[in-house]
């Protein structure tokens, strides 16, 4: 098996992970559209491209991975269960009273979560600070900042990029989830986004297309570099993995039922 197969594998455990939390948090559910849309691409983060590991995990050096997009938490739990920074037992308090793990990420380093978020559109204000600071002291370090399309209507967001821009801060990426879906409509009718990918070009960053539930697809985008920083434009389904929450903006934040969890979990057995 090689690489790109064993991550493709683990982003299967990810999609599982994600499906048993959400259905083990009982009434309160949790944000499972969004999450699904995310397995391939943070496992090919964590297992195939950061500089990053449990045992590096304190090192100034090591790359570093902010999750803007907050409400996306419950895949970057699972993936860092994946990675080897958090056990089964802890994965498991997910939304349990005493347990490590919320509906937003909440900053952890020994779990490995850098960064709390969840108000949307700050994730890429603080890597640009990061980015600054590192390249002022020659660190090598790289910060990856995953952002939700529709997270690209708040300003904060344009004025991170245009920051970013520029200091010339080649030492960011950023993936956009291009899931095409946002709380509760499409993005196209809360704020038309046919342009993004435009729109991050006109702020200075050199853009990339990926599927972004293909991982040779996100390693090949991954490995593009540049003198100015980059955008990585995922195309995403929300809900990917489920026939029944696929691009239904009515799963963005939902409990399942037993009969909804046995089918969800035996069409990732079907995988």
Known sequence: MNDTQKISKAAIR???NIIDMTYHAGAYGAHIGGG??????LATLYLGVMNVSPETKDSETRDRFILSKGHGAIALYA????????TDEELSTFKHDGGLFWTHPCKNPRCGIEFSSGSLGQGLSLAAGIALAFKRKNNPAHIYVVIGDGECDEGSVWEAASFVSHHKLNNITVIVDENKL????????IVNKDDLTKRWQAFGFDTVQADGHNVESLLTAFAHHSEKPVAIMAQTIKGKGVSFIENNPEWHVHPLTQQQYEQAMKEQEDD
Do not use: N
């Open 14 to 16: 990810i999609r599982r």
């Open 36 to 41: 699904l849309s995310l397995p391939e691409i």
């Open 79 to 86: 993936t860092l269960k994946e990675a080897g920074f958090i």
């Open 182 to 189: 946002q709380l509760d409509a499409p993005t196209k009718d």
